[in-house]
Structure formats: C-alpha cells, structure tokens
C-alpha cells in the first residue's frame, strides 16, 4: 500500500505566508498613510509658518518705516492660524535679537542735515558698515532682519518641527534709480518717459578704495515708455503704459503694463514747495527764513541825482549804494565875492566894482573809468595840479564856463535850478579791490538799462556767503527782481543760505583759468549751503574745471544736507566735481602733529576773513583827482574882459571828496558788503579772488603736500596780523579782542554821522566838513596810507609764506582735474551729493553731474555719467547717452535749515549782524525731501 500525501502542512505554509503578505500590506498601509500625513503636516507647518514670517516682516516694515528704533534689543512676533479657531496651543514663535553677529538694525540718521559740522556718512566701505548674521556686512540705511522660528505641530502639538532662521535684508532708499510718473492728472498723455544709455549699482568708492559696483538692484518706474540703450546689468523696469526696451543680454527684468503708482510725486512735490517758502521768506510759513534783502545797496533803483535831490525824492540808503558810489553827481559850487577901487586919471577918479568868482569844479570827469591802472594814477596826477585845465569843457579860457556864469549873473533866463542840473559830473568815489593792475576793478559792477542789467546788476568778482549766514537779493514781492550775473566763483560755505528773487548766471572771468583755484564761473558749496533763485539758474563753469564743487572732507562722502532749489530752469554746463576745503584737507591730515598750527590758523581765517573784511574790505577810498585850486575869474565894470585870477584858497570839492564822500562811501559799502567779497580783500592770502577750495583728485599724493605750508607763526599771531589791515587807532575803535564775542563797534557810534555827512554835502550845506573830521578821523589815516597806485603796505601778509605750500598741490591737482573732466567722468571718485530741483527743466551738459535731480518739467542730459538719482515728476528723462550709477544714499535730502534772523527785515540789521565770526549753527529740525521706502532687498530660509 503507498503512502498517502499530507496537504494539511501546505495548505497551513500558504495560509501564513498569505497572512504575512497581508499583515505587509497592512503595516505598508499604514506607513503610507502615516508618512504622508507627516508630509501634509510638515507642508501645511510651513505654509502657515511662512504666513507668520511674512506678517512679521510686515510689522518690522512698518517699523523701519516710521524710522522707530526697537525699544529692546529682542524682538518676537506670535501668530495663531485662523483656521484653528483662536486656539493659542497652534501658537507660532518668531524671535531675534539686534546685536554683532544677529540682527541689525541701521537706519538712516534723524535730521542729517541739522549739523553742518557733522554731517552723517553715507557709503559702503566706511566705519557706518555693521557685522550681521554669519559676517554679512550691512550698510547704512539696511537692516537684517534673522527671524528664529518655533513652529508647531497640529497633530501632536508636544512635538515641533526643528528651529528654522529666515533672512530677510531691508533698505530704507528710495529704489528708483530714474522716476518719471507722469501728471497724475492726465493718464493718456504722452509723457512720462525715460530714455538712458547704461544703468548700474555704484559703490561711490573713496579714494582709497577700487570697487565701484555696489552689487545693489537697480529699478525703474515710468509712466509710458522706457528705452535702456546700454547695459543693464542687475534690477527691474516697470512701465504703466508704454513699451521697455532694453539693451540684449541685459540681466534686467522688464514689466509692462505695470501699475506701481503710489503718489510718491506729490509728496515729494509738497516737499519742495515748502521748502521753497521756508528759504524765501514766505509770510505764510510762520518760521520762514527772514532776512534783510542786500541787493538795495547794489542796485538802488531810485539813485540819487541832483534833479530828485531837487525834486525832494531821496532817502538815506540811496546815498550809500554801490551804484551810487560809481556815480555820485559833483555840482559845480561857485563862490562869489567883491571889492572896489579907484583909479585917478588926470583931472578924475574912476570907481571900479571887481567881482570874483571861484568855481569849484568837479571836473575832469573820470576819463579812465575802463583802466585801473589809469584811473588810480589819475588821482596822483590830478591832485598836483594848480589849476583847472582840463576836461570837457575844453581849453585854458574857461569860455564855457564864463558863459554859463554870465548868462546866469545877467539874468539870461537860467535858474539855479537849471545851472545845477547842467552843471554837474558824475563820479566814481571808490575803487574795487587792492591791486593797482588789477582786472577786478576794470568794469566790475554794470547796473541799469544804459548796462543792459535794468533789473539787477553784473560784478566782475568772487561772492561769497559766509559760514551760517543768509544773503537775500531782490524782492519780487514787493517790485524789486534782482537778475544776477557773476563773473567768477561763487561759495556758499557751510549752512549758507542765498536768495535770488530773479535770474542767475554764474560765468568765467576767462575761458582758460590759469589753475583751478583761479576763478572759473563755479558755484562751490558746503555742508548744508542752499541756493534758492526764483528765476533761472546758469552756472557755466569751464570745460576744464568744471561748473558745480561740493566740499567734504577727503575720503568721505556725506549724505545730501545741501540744495539748488529754482522755481525757473536749471543748466549745468560743465559738471559736477568733488572737492574739499582747505580747513577740511588740513583735518583730513591732521594726524600729522605738525599741522595742528596750519589747521587752526586756517579754520581762524576761515572764520574771521568775512567780519574783519567788513573794516578792511574791497572797498578802496579814491583820492581827490580835482585840481587843487577852484577855477577862478576876474569881471569888473569897467572891463568887460574875463580873465583867470589864481586864488590861493584849495578846492573845496578835493576837501568834501577827501574828508566826507570817499571814506564815507568805502566804509559804509564795507560794512554792508565786505564780507561777501573777502577774496578781494588786501589781506587775503590766496590770490586775489581765488577761493581755498581744491579737488579731491589723488589726495594723497597732491593734496597731502598741504602739510608743507610754512607756519606765520602761532594761531594768536592772526591777531596781530589782522591788526596790520589798519593802523592802531582804528584797531582799537573796531576790535575789543579777537574771539567768539568781538564784534565791530560801528553800528550807532559811526553809522549816523556818515550818513548824515553825506547827505549835508547834497544839500550844500558845509557842515560836513566839520562833521566828517569827527567821525571819520580814525578811518582818514589808515585809508589814506593804503595807497592806490601799489600794493598796499598794510595788510596781512600771509600770501608768500600760505602760498609756497600750496603751489605743488594746485599745480598737481589742476593737472589732474583736466585729465579727469572726460565725456564719462571716470576719474573721480566720492562723487559729492546735492539736491538739484528746478520748477521748469534740468539740463546737464557734458562732463559728469551727481546727486538727487528732481524737476517739475524735463530733465535733459548729455552727461557723461550721472550718480545718484533722476526723477521727473510731471515730464520726461531724456538721457540716451548717459550712465546712470544708482547710489541708494543720494535718493533723499536732509536739507539744513538756517538760524532766524533777529528783528524785522529792516535793512539796518545789517549793522546788528556783524559778529567778528561766521553764523552759528542752527537748532531747528530741517527740511526732509524724499520718500521713505521701506523694502526688502531680498529673504529666504537658512534651515538648520
């Protein structure tokens, strides 16, 4: 029998191994589920996290907006999803911490612009760069924001899913490197354009440094179309309406039909309408800079002449006019006395009745009024003659003259008051500058229609306004427009403040400057300087030296505290340079103890020069050039016959001219307008009408030979010095000491008494011949031993030992300032930041321009290159062949606000004012242009 099969044990192996394969399933199932539940929770973790971060960055940009400063050093933000119904256990933690190696927190500074000495730096390779998280270094106006996150599970809310950092860096600039919204009134119309040649990020390197690519995203907003014809290397462009063109290869993102119009330009409009009324006296602006308008001692408009003197139109402040000063209006004086005498003859006597007459003439008239050296030898030359015989009257016999005294003593129809109106010369009472060669005085002032200046003037000079002080010229409100033209330079020094009401043109004495600190038509400002002009704005410059200087100390470039603020039109000719002052060149390397005398006599000069200009100023006396005796006549009765008779009596128009009008004229126009002028002053060391200012061109190896200026002595020897400009009576009538509270002595004591010497010689009242050897005695000698046909002996003589240090410097940098003014302008570096805004249109011509540009109209360049920003706010960017370096720090303005003027706008605070130092700073919290826009750079997760 054969064994039988068993199919229990298979049947049993198959069932476990089915069970096996189905318990596998089983746990596969629940596996499956599981990890794809955990898959979910993480997913859905994460988007609620994220959530979370993205509120938190929102709050932390309100913050930075509201430019808030953290009030800990921690930070942390809690968030609970909607969806969990208020349940505080799904809570999520976002914590940090501002400290070296976490979070930083580095806003731009409050009110950079309140401190002209302390201006905030803005750049990238400074000691302002902060460590952050993982040695990320952040820069001004950045912050990094490292944000740790605790995030919880929804399943099992004990456990967590793991810390996590998220980055996200913020900037606090304004992001468009070229902005033109078009009027937000009219959306179909065809402006709002932008047209450029290259656009980049820039570093705005120090001298010291070589990179110049800031590696910053760049952005563009315009209303219609834009057009980048060059490279574009890392940013966005947006366009609402029109088309973007960019250059192939460009790395830039372009968004058409793109609306990103947030009313950035109305604010920013509503800005700069209030800044121009606080800077131009608006009554409506409670705290409006108010200051005594300058240009009626300039330009006077009702002169005095004989026929208003006679028609009762004159005032005091017209006699001391500049313009009255070129034209004073000398009559004729006749003196007339008798005798008698008896003659015999034979068998009778014959009474004779002589008349004498003595003609005190003013003439000659100035014949060489187009020749300083001329018109100065002219006064030795005239003053020795003995009699009058000479002048437009013409020959020895004084023909013209009997007549007219005839005519009048026989009464032949002419009245006094027409004998005074046709017999009178107009004279020039004062000479400009010391120089008996120079060119400043030939032709330096024009005024009037007969000029071609009717509503303001033109001077041949080099203005300035001192350190904190506020110079207003014109007063369109009240019918006075001041047009402006200055041939030469124009400084603004630090926290100045210039209104133009009219036009201004800024131009070249010449078109080839012999270096580049001669005067070259260039508008040169300090920390905190304002321009403000009503009208239109020209500023020429040269092709060599440029048209715009912004100082700063070398290797630094300083946010914009500084403005050209123009209610008309703005050309710029010939670029933008950076440049420094010689008190900030001597800080710069003041690290050498053997500069520490250099620096401070430097700074001393900077800041007594405009005070001590008002005793010693450019404002040169004339001596008398009218012949020494009056022109004298001889008429009897009995012959007819005119013949000249010597009277051994002086000219008393050399003694009003000498003792009264000169010295009068030249000390009251000082006292006014000396220290606007102090670069034409006997003492100043720089040359005459030259500024101390140089081009930050290779400091180190041009500028640094400033070091080798031979010292006058100790800083308290600019006392003694000072005190060589006049003799020792006067010094000790104009300076009580030399320091912070010496102020000139001429206010009541001096002022009252020229005035009224003036005004009684137009009257023809002789008292001012006893009044002027009072009041002017101390002023007589030391103008008198000036001398006007050499150098003056009295003066500060600090040009020789100043100037044997500088010439290497100025030789080198004049060099190098022409090398560098190329079509691209890519030799210099710290471009300098200022507000430039025009109420009509920009244009920047040639050479390389910088700052933040903003005009109402159209901004036009042909520049090379352009740094900062450029923003039209109702118009057009026409600029196709300009680089565009976006430099985040020049996208805003903190503009200074000047110190209020004391008193009323009454013109005689100008002798209330005269402080032997420049003005002081100013508390006041400046002007803010720009818009503060906070955004992020970029973010993302560094998951640990």
């Known amino acids: 029998m054969k064994p039988t099969k068993s199919y229990k044990g298979s049947a049993l192996i198959l069932a476990i191994m089915l069970l096996f394969v189905m318990m596998t399933l089983a746990v596969a199932i629940i596996m499956y589920e599981t990890t794809s539940r955990s898959i979910f929770i993480k997913t859905r973790t994460e988007a609620i996290e994220n959530q979370a971060v993205q509120r938190a960055l929102q709050l932390l940009g309100e913050q930075f907006k509201n430019e808030t400063a953290p009030p800990t050093a921690q930070f942390k933000y809690e968030y609970i999803p909607d969806e969990v119904g208020g349940d ?18 580095n806003p731009p500074p409050q009110n950079a612009g309140k401190d002209y000495d302390n201006v905030p730096e803005g750049d990238y390779y400074s000691a302002a760069l902060k460590n952050g998280y993982r040695g990320i270094k952040v820069a001004p106006w950045h912050h990094l924001v490292v944000m740790k996150s605790s995030a919880k599970d929804y399943m099992d809310i004990g456990n967590t899913s793991g810390e996590n950092n998220y980055i996200a860096l913020f900037s606090s600039a304004f992001p468009y ?53 060059g490279s574009f290397a890392h940013g966005r462009i947006y366009s609402r309406y029109g088309p973007v063109t960019a250059s192939p290869g460009s790395g830039c993102i372009a968004f058409s039909a793109c609306k990103r119009e947030w009313d950035y330009a109305g604010k920013i409009q509503k800005q700069l309408d209030s800044a121009l009324k606080y800077y131009t006296g608006d009554s409506s602006v409670a705290d409006s800079v108010k200051s005594p308008e300058k240009s009626a001692f300039l330009t006077n408009e009702n002169i005095f002449t004989i026929n208003t003197f006679l028609d009762g139109d004159n005032t005091s402040k017209q006699v001391v006019s500049l313009k009255q000063a070129l034209a004073v209006p000398f009559p004729i004086i006749p003196v007339l006395s008798s005798y008698s005498y008896w003659v015999s003859s034979m068998s009778y006597w014959t009474l004779y009745y002589v008349y004498i007459v003595s003609l005190h003439c ?36 004084y023909s013209d003259l009997a ?14 008051h027409q004998y005074a109106l046709n017999n009178y010369t107009n004279v020039r009472v004062v000479h400009f500058s010391k120089s008996s060669e120079s060119t400043w005085d030939s032709d330096f002032f024009k005024s009037g229609t007969a000029d071609g200046y009717p509503n303001g003037f033109k001077m041949k000079c080099s203005w300035t306004v001192p350190k904190g002080k506020t110079l207003r010229l014109g007063n369109i409100s009240e019918g006075r427009r001041c047009n402006v033209t200055i041939v030469g330079d124009l400084w603004l020094q630090d926290g100045a403040l210039l209104f133009v009401d009219g036009d201004l043109t800024i131009k070249s004495p010449t078109g080839s400057p012999a270096s ?147 010295p009068g004229f030249a000390i009251v126009l000082n006292a006014y307008l000396g220290e606007y002028l102090f670069a034409h002053c006997d003492w100043w060391p720089f040359d005459e009408g030259s500024l101390p200012v140089i081009p930050k061109v290779e400091a180190v190896s041009t500028l640094s030979s400033i070091g080798s200026l031979s010292s006058p002595g100790t800083s308290d020897d600019l006392v003694a010095k000072a005190t060589n400009i006049v003799n020792n009576s006067l010094a000790s009538d104009l300076f009580s000491s030399i320091d912070s509270t010496l102020r000139l002595k001429i206010g009541q004591d001096f002022c009252t008494p020229v005035l009224t010497t003036v005004y009684n010689y137009f009257v023809w009242s002789f008292q001012v011949l006893a009044q002027a050897n009072g009041a002017l005695a101390p002023f007589q000698s030391v103008l008198s031993a000036r001398g006007l046909s050499s150098e003056p002996s009295a003066g500060i003589s600090l040009g020789v030992q100043y100037t044997a240090g500088l010439t290497t410097a100025y030789s080198a940098v004049s060099t190098k300032v022409s090398q560098y003014q190329t079509a691209g302008g890519g030799g210099f570096k710290e471009m300098p930041g200022v507000l430039v805004y025009a109420a009509g249109d920009i244009n920047l011509t040639s050479k390389a321009c910088s ?93 640990q």
């Open 88 to 105: 505080t256990s799904f809570k999520f933690n976002l914590t940090g911490e501002y400290s070296t190696g976490n979070s930083i927190y």
């Open 177 to 229: 490197a070229a902005f033109a919204p078009g009027p937000s009134t009219s959306p179909a119309s065809d402006v709002g354009k932008i047209q450029l040649g290259q656009v980049t990020g820039y570093a705005n390197p120090q001298m010291d440094k070589t990179q110049t690519l800031s590696g910053v995203p760049v952005e563009i907003y315009a209303r219609r179309n834009v057009v980048v014809n």
């Open 362 to 397: 003013p003439y000659p008239p100035d014949a060489y009024a187009g020749s300083p050296a001329q018109t100065r030898a002219q006064d030795e030359l005239y003053g020795s003659l003995p009699m009058f015989c000479y002048g437009s009257i013409g020959g020895t016999a």
């Open 403 to 416: 007549l007219l005294f005839l005519r009048l003593r026989v009464g032949g129809g002419m009245t006094p």
């Open 516 to 662: 580049v600190k001669s005067p070259a038509g260039r508008l040169i400002m300090g920390h905190g300087s304002i321009l403000t002009v009503s009208g239109n704005l020209i500023i020429e410059g040269t092709s060599t030296y440029g048209s715009v200087y912004v100082t700063d100390t070398p290797n630094k470039v300083n946010q914009i505290t500084s403005g050209i603020l123009c209610k008309g039109n703005i050309r710029i000719d010939n670029g933008m340079v950076p440049a420094s002052t010689l008190v900030q060149v001597a800080s710069w390397i003041a690290a050498d103890p053997n500069m520490a005398t250099q620096k401070d006599l430097l700074q001393r000069i900077s800041d007594y020069a405009p005070s001590i200009a008002k005793a010693g100023g450019p404002f040169h006396r004339r001596l008398s050039y009218f012949a020494m005796y009056p022109a004298t006549f001889a008429y009897t009765t009995v012959t007819p016959l005119i013949t000249p008779y010597l009277s051994m009596s002086e000219n008393v128009q050399r003694t009003i001219f000498r003792n009264g009008v000169s």
């Open 851 to 943: 700052g933040l540009f903003i005009a109402k109209g159209n901004i036009n360049s042909t520049a090379g290159v352009v740094t900062g920003c450029m923003m039209s706010l109702e118009k057009n960017i026409t600029a196709p062949n300009t680089i565009l370096r976006y430099y985040p720090y020049f996208t805003t303005a903190s503009l200074y606000l000047p110190t209020q003027v004391a008193g009323s706008t009454n013109d005689e605070l100008c002798w209330n004012d005269m402080h032997i130092i420049t003005g002081q700073k100013s508390n006041r919290t400046p002007l803010e242009i720009g818009v503060k826009y906070v955004h992020i750079l970029t973010e993302g997760w560094d998951r």
